[in-house]
């Protein structure tokens, strides 16, 4: 296996106590002295500090067209929404009326079902009405009338409040999946050239 070769980043957490600042000039020193490594960055506030950086600097390169591959995590990219035009010369930055982010995941999180435990747990109706009784100090709980509350406080007569057969305490009215235009992207036109940060 070839030695590894590359750049050092150093997070530190805590005050600066004389054992910790030891602690960072060991770590510094030792890799500064190393042939495998090319440059030491210091991490302002730490782990943080990196993630906050990553994101800016994700967002920046996403506004750029271009996409981002984090290895070991996955690569982001974006696709736009737009309204359509009559002809490409009456198309303008006014028709886009979306930026998408689209992630994909690494290899490390494909197939993630095979590795993946289930358990059965109660319903959320069942969670609620067992929290509020154990608040109001009841002893038991009474399940078929919790699945059959609505979940919403609506007022008498202003709508179709009668739970559905599946006892999942969906409202008239609604859709699962968001309504009429729920799903439509008016066009997924992909963003330009690849970046790396990694």
Request: hydrophobic share 25%.
């Given at each position: 296996m070839s030695e590894l070769k590359g750049a050092c980043i150093i997070g530190q957490s805590g005050g600066p106590t004389s054992v910790i600042n030891a602690s960072a000039y060991g770590v510094i020193r030792t890799a500064l002295d190393s042939d495998c490594i090319t440059a030491v960055y210091g991490a302002e506030h730490g782990i943080k500090g990196v993630?906050?950086?990553?994101?800016?600097?994700l967002r920046e390169q996403l506004l750029n067209g271009n996409k981002v591959q984090l290895e070991g995590l996955g690569t982001f990219g974006i696709t736009l929404n737009s309204q359509g035009a009559e002809s490409?010369?009456?198309f303008t930055a006014d028709n886009i009326k979306a930026v998408n982010i689209v992630f994909t995941p690494g290899i490390d999180f494909e197939n993630l079902i095979s590795k993946a435990e289930?358990?059965?747990v109660a319903s959320r109706a069942a969670q609620a009405a067992t929290l509020k009784a154990e608040k109001t100090g009841k002893?038991?709980?009474d399940l078929e009338a919790a699945k059959k509350k609505p979940t919403t406080n609506k007022p008498e007569g202003s709508g179709d409040?009668?739970?559905?057969?599946k006892g999942d305490n969906?409202?008239?009215?609604?859709s699962e999946n968001g309504g009429e235009n729920a799903g439509t992207d008016g066009g997924g036109t992909d963003a330009g050239s690849d970046g790396n940060m990694g």
């Open positions: 993630l906050a950086d990553i994101a800016s600097c490409l010369k009456t289930f358990e059965s002893s038991t709980v409040t009668k739970p559905s057969d969906t409202q008239g009215g609604g």
